[in-house]
């Protein structure tokens, strides 16, 4: 029995809708697909920290620690599907791993082929299906009508699989995905320079068109919004690190136009940069 959440261990699975803006590193005996259904959020697991938006989401394996913590004073709603192994696929009672869940006869992924874990990485809802499934496994959760149990493992092992197929178009594609890690590797490094995916595209003899559409798979946003997200990335550790004005901060990280800028930083922290430093700096960020 799950003393924390007595759903999960009664029927194996339970949604959790997170109050708290903050949460302490942590690990979990169950596993769990956290969806941002709303705000933005930094979040750390395994060493690296990213800002994450709507619309994003991450799988967390057992005994994994990871940490978030709101990157605005904007709502925060963030959706957690807590589940056990068996809970998709009942042969798997005391499996402890995400990977027996990939290998069984449902999702049937050769889990021994991926370059990488699909767990820790974060995943974009690019084209909608995911929070549609999120929606209504909160919905049937919520109704608990007969038969719901079941309807919640089909929506769920529906997810899994959506998500498993990002994964397997990034692995059909090794050597193309090279190009795009380079890419967002240079980014990282090089993000106040005026970057064109063109030029890459021109550099590595691909089409422009055909890089922005592996880019986007690959990545899951597309390449401006990357570089974009890159960006504000930056701008919120300058405000909360340094006295640098506004205006200094933008030309830091890429920006010419302050007023564009703001306009971006808004659209994806859902603050103003100054109400930004401003709640860090009353939180004692």
């Given at each position: 029995?799950?003393?924390k959440?007595p ?12 109050p708290?803006?903050?949460?302490k590193?942590h690990g ?5 697909v956290s969806?941002i259904?709303?705000?933005?959020m930094y ?8 800002l ?13 620690q ?20 068996e809970?998709?696929e009942?042969?798997?009672?005391g499996s402890?791993?995400f990977e027996d ?12 082929t991926l370059?990488?874990s ?6 974009h ?5 995911i ?12 109704k608990?009508n007969h ?12 997810l899994?699989?959506h ?7 990034i692995?059909h594609?090794?050597a193309?995905?090279e ?6 590797e240079?980014?990282?490094?090089h993000y106040?320079?005026?970057?064109r995916l063109?030029?890459?595209a ?5 089409s ?14 597309g ?10 990335e930056q ?9 640098l ?5 933008a030309?830091?990280?890429?920006y010419?136009?302050?007023k564009f ?10 603050l103003?940069?100054r109400?930004?430093?401003k709640?860090?700096?009353e939180?004692?960020l």
């Amino acid at each position: 029995m799950n003393y924390k959440y007595p759903a999960l261990g009664e029927h194996k699975f339970h949604i959790h809708v997170a109050p708290e803006r903050y949460s302490k590193l942590h690990g979990h005996d169950f596993l769990e697909v956290s969806f941002i259904a709303e705000g933005s959020m930094y979040h750390e697991i395994d060493g690296r920290r990213e800002l994450l938006g709507t619309g994003d989401y991450f799988i967390v394996d057992y005994g994994i620690q990871h940490t978030y913590e709101s990157a605005s004073d904007a709502p925060l709603t963030v959706v957690n599907l807590l589940f056990y192994p068996e809970f998709v696929e009942r042969t798997l009672a005391g499996s402890r791993s995400f990977e027996d869940v990939v290998n069984s006869y449902l999702l049937r992924f050769r889990y021994k082929t991926l370059r990488t874990s699909p767990t820790g990485r974060t995943f974009h809802d690019e084209d909608g299906r995911i929070r549609q499934i999120v929606e209504e496994l909160r919905e049937e959760y919520r109704k608990k009508n007969h038969g719901y149990i079941e309807y919640i493992r089909c929506l769920l092992v529906q997810l899994l699989i959506h998500t498993m197929r990002k994964v397997g178009r990034i692995q059909h594609e090794r050597a193309r995905s090279e190009v795009v890690m380079g890419i967002t590797e240079y980014v990282r490094e090089h993000y106040p320079e005026k970057l064109r995916l063109s030029d890459f595209a021109e550099e590595n003899h691909y089409s422009t068109s055909f890089l922005s559409r592996k880019f986007a798979e690959e990545v899951g946003v597309g390449f401006s919004e990357y570089l974009q997200r890159i960006r504000i990335e930056q701008s919120c550790r300058l405000l909360e690190n340094s006295d640098l004005r506004v205006s200094e901060i933008a030309a830091r990280v890429g920006y010419e136009n302050v007023k564009f800028f703001n306009q971006v930083f808004k659209q994806t922290v859902k603050l103003t940069p100054r109400d930004f430093r401003k709640a860090r700096q009353e939180a004692g960020l």
